[in-house]
Structures are given as structure tokens and as C-alpha cells.
């Protein structure tokens, strides 16, 4: 049988593909640095996690309560001069009673816990200095106390925070402190690619490709308050906020 004749325009353009998908998927050389840079902010926010909870044999009766409890808490912060945009409740939540945590060979609670997480932000004047701020957060803390409403039953980032505490302090608009954070990255991974180089027998010619990225609070295994929050940057401290970026550049050599 005879065989088609292979056109020449045909066997060209396969000539060309070979050696440009070799060069497509070739990898580029570079020397690959990563860095991290940390910028220092004072916050500028203030955020008081507390929790209003009722428990019953009855998750109705827990529930009334609770609406209760909460509708009160509302009246009491008003009268302390707190504004609505100030206050935010995360809506009520049921849980077995115990807080929905059970153990081995213990005997299993019964009834119900109803709950509703309560965030007060503070800012402006409130955070002018430390005694101020904690003078404020007091008074709020011994108030909503007396309705029942307390600091919230799972810790506030202790991981990340040193230990458990109800106040995080944390940076509005925090794009600039990134920046900040990002071009000191850059500036540490420049001499490390460097030192690598010479030690190469070579030297950096520029930058072939960066990645970069934010270094938020670490996420916890379980939900928290936290995650209700829109902020990412968290410190148990008034005066230093800590925002962090990572890079990963490649350098090209010769």
C-alpha cells in the first residue's frame, strides 16, 4: 500500500515544536532566597471579646433567657455611652450543656447552653494611652458582669499572644505596614542570594520571579471568636502591633 506524502509545511512546524517545548519546560537556573521582614505599628483598634451565656434543661427556656440576658447587656452599654457601631453580637449559638465538651468515662451533661459572642470595639480617644484604655475596659468588664455576661469561654489566641486574655489590639488598615514589612524581606533576601553566589563562583545578575505574602494570626485547629473578626493582625499589646510578610525570590546569575 502506499503511503500519503508528509507536505514539508507539515514536517517544518514539528521541527519547531521539539526544540520550543524543550524550552518552555526547561528549568530556569536561580538562586532561591527566602526572607520575612517585620513591621511595628501602634494599633489603632481595640477589640473586647465577651460572651453572654444561659443554660437550661430546656433549649427554649435557655434561649429566653439568653435574649434576656442580651437585651440587657444592650441597655447597660448604652447607658455607658457605648454606640451601636461600637457593639456586635455574633447571634445566639446552641451547644449541649458543658460547653459541648465531653471527656471519656465522664457521665455526659444534659440540658442545653445557648450563647451569643459579643464584640466592643474601642478606638480614638479610648486608646490615647494605656491607663486610660484600661481604665475604660474595666468598668466595662465589672458592668456587663453583673448581667452575667463575660469574657469569652475559649481563649483568645494563646498560641500567638502569650496566654489567654479577652482584649486584642489590632491595626485598621494595615496595607502600609505590609509594605513596610514586604520591602525589608527584600532587603534581607538580596544579600543572602549574594553570599550564595559567590560561594557559586557566580553573580546575581537581577531578579527572575518573587512571591510574597501576609503573615496573618495563626488559625486555630477549632472555630473561635476570632474567626468573626475581619482584622488579621492581633497583639496583646497597645503600642506594638507586629506585621509580617514573607518572600520568596528567585535570583537570576551568571
Known sequence: MRSSPILPSVLAAAALAAPLAAQVHEPRACISVSASGKAIARADLAIVFLS???SSPLAADALEQNNRKVREVQAKLASLGYKEDQIRFSGNRFS?????????NRERPTGFDV???LYV???GADLKDVGTFNAKVSTLLDELSKLGAGPSTIPISSSSMGGSSVVAFTVKTPAAY???AYQLAMEKARPIAEDIAQRMKAQVTGIAAVNSSSVPRPV??????????????LSSSLEEVPIRAGV?????YK
Open 96 to 104: 449541649p450543656a458543658g460547653q459541648g465538651v465531653y471527656y471519656g
Open 220 to 233: 486555630m485547629g477549632i472555630a473561635t471568636p476570632l474567626d468573626e473578626i475581619p482584622y488579621e493582625y
Open 115 to 117: 450563647y451569643n459572642n
Open 178 to 180: 505590609e509594605k513596610q
Open 52 to 54: 453572654a451565656r444561659s
Open 248 to 252: 520568596n525570590v528567585c535570583y537570576s
Open 121 to 123: 470595639y474601642l478606638d
